[in-house]
T-cell receptor
Framework: DTGVSQDPRHKITKRGQNVTFRCDPISEHNRLYWYRQTLGQGPEFLTYFQNEAQLEKSRLLSDRFSAERPKGSFSTLEIQRTEQGDSAMYLC?????????????FGSGTRLTVV | AQSVTQLGSHVSVSEGALVLLRCNYSSSVPPYLFWYVQYPNQGLQLLLKYTSAATLVKGINGFEAEFKKSETSFHLTKPSAHMSDAAEYFCAVSEGTGRRALTFGSGTRLQVQP
């Protein structure tokens, strides 16, 4: 078990471009979460999946953001038409609903810089 | 609704001194409470969690926290600070139903002076 992997670790993009991040959770974990963390703040919840079903979305997840977990394994988070305010660390976490719901394991994050 | 307030965005202690990081929560249902640590450019690591069992929770690296319902608090302590404890610490809350994700506080940066 290699933990939660996020790719890329860093992404610099120009305003208006689309970006996509990937998260590979721990293989037996059926829950997957996305959080956003801006400088000097705690992580803010964006959305979570149980298997392939997206069960909750935060109001922070504007229509420019979309997340998928098509086969209940890895997940992608896409941001369309990026804005400077999207610059943040995007964190992924996974847990097991039936064994240890709050035994979250976080990935190291993807740091997005929009220039 | 659930929320967390961490008092003090920066705390500085001397090596060997007591560490006390404060966290107050608000939750409309019995909460589950967590402390996480984050080192620069890394994800979050769970230090400890309260899930309605013993009110005094012991975690990793010598940290512990006490759930006080009457004070709606979950302060993190460590008897003797080590240089390696310097990091950002986050308190988080969730309803115990599993329907909601974690809500984090804004964090406390701990500095340890030699």
């Amino acid at each position: 078990d290699t933990g939660v992997s996020q790719d890329p670790r860093h992404k610099i993009t120009k305003r208006g471009q689309n970006v996509t991040f990937r998260c590979d959770p721990i293989s037996e974990h059926n829950r997957l979460y996305w959080y956003r963390q801006t400088l000097g703040q705690g992580p803010e919840f964006l959305t979570y999946f149980q298997n392939e079903a997206q069960l909750e979305k935060s109001r922070l997840l504007s229509d420019r953001f979309s997340a998928e977990r098509p086969k209940g394994s890895f997940s992608t988070l896409e941001i369309q038409r990026t804005e400077q305010g999207d610059s943040a660390m995007y964190l992924c976490a996974s847990s097991s609903w039936d064994r240890d719901l709050y035994g979250y394991t976080f990935g190291s994050g993807t740091r997005l810089t929009v220039v | 609704a659930q929320s967390v307030t961490q008092l003090g965005s920066h705390v500085s202690v001397s090596e060997g001194a007591l560490v006390l990081l404060r966290c107050n929560y608000s939750s409309s249902v019995p909460p589950y409470l967590f402390w996480y640590v984050q080192y620069p450019n890394q994800g979050l690591q769970l230090l400890l969690k309260y899930t309605s069992a013993a009110t005094l929770v012991k975690g990793i690296n010598g940290f512990e926290a006490e759930f006080k319902k009457s004070e709606t608090s979950f302060h993190l302590t460590k008897p003797s600070a080590h240089m390696s404890d310097a990091a950002e610490y986050f308190c988080a809350v969730s309803e115990g139903t599993g329907r909601r994700a974690l809500t984090f506080g804004s964090g406390t940066r701990l500095q340890v002076q030699p």
